[in-house]
């Protein structure tokens, strides 16, 4: 085990130095946060002038609202492309000296899953930090931004573990990115990231209930919106559990795809 985490380290940090090597993605990680909160906050902001649409949604600024919504969509663009690494490493020699280098196999997929979960970290207290700026009160105040970060993050290792194992089976970046295109946008909108459950009509809510973005936007926007309350700990348990499957099933597909 000890070896497997120290292996592990040395696949994050490599990934890490490459992120962190990227300008242009470092300025768009802070950029892109920034219109989603900028935009989304003054286009929708006159939504919470009318006293249903406030209680409905919580609150009276429509931007601390959104702040969870915005954590989960920011992740989830970045975090469901990590399966790149993994294409770009086949395509120039890489993966075959890390199969060839006396590591443990299962570090490979962990260590990419560890790296998309630190970077999703980043963007998340970006993102923190702007709405701070722009007037989001978080109602449980640092020790709840930290919960946010913690759930935010849970939930990045679960997309890079999806986005891992599609892509050790794909021998192109446009067929990944063709997948996950495909199933990013119906995940979004069948979820609670933008609109609360209680204004989607059944048949949508049915669907939200069993996507796994409710269940990290939920305790985020109770921590935010409404303070500390004990159904956090559903949504987190949940999260933790996906997390747990993912991190075996990756382990699992990972080491069929490259022993065949």
Known sequence: MKRLITDSYYIAWR??????????????????????????????????????????????????????????????????????????????????????????????????????????????????????FLGVKFKTGVAGILVILFIAMCFALILGGISLTIAVKIKTPETLMAIVNFFMMPLLFTSNALFPLGVMPAWLKAIAKVNPITYAVEPMRTLAVTGWSASIFTGISIILIIDVLVLLWTQWVFKRAVSE
């Open 15 to 132: 990934e890490l130095k490459k992120y962190f090597r990227e300008k242009t993605r470092l300025i768009m990680t802070i950029v892109q946060p920034f219109i989603w909160l900028v935009l989304m906050g003054n286009m929708m902001s006159g939504l919470t002038s009318n006293p249903y649409a406030a209680q409905m949604l919580g609150t009276a600024n429509y931007l601390t609202f959104m702040t969870p919504g915005i954590i989960l969509m920011t992740v989830l663009f970045s975090s469901i492309f990590s399966g790149m690494s993994i294409i770009w490493d086949r395509r120039i020699g890489y993966l075959d000296k890390l199969l060839a280098a006396p590591i443990r196999r299962g570090a490979i997929p962990f260590g990419k899953m560890f790296s998309a979960m630190i970077q999703g970290g980043i963007q998340v207290v970006v993102i923190i930090i702007i709405a701070t």
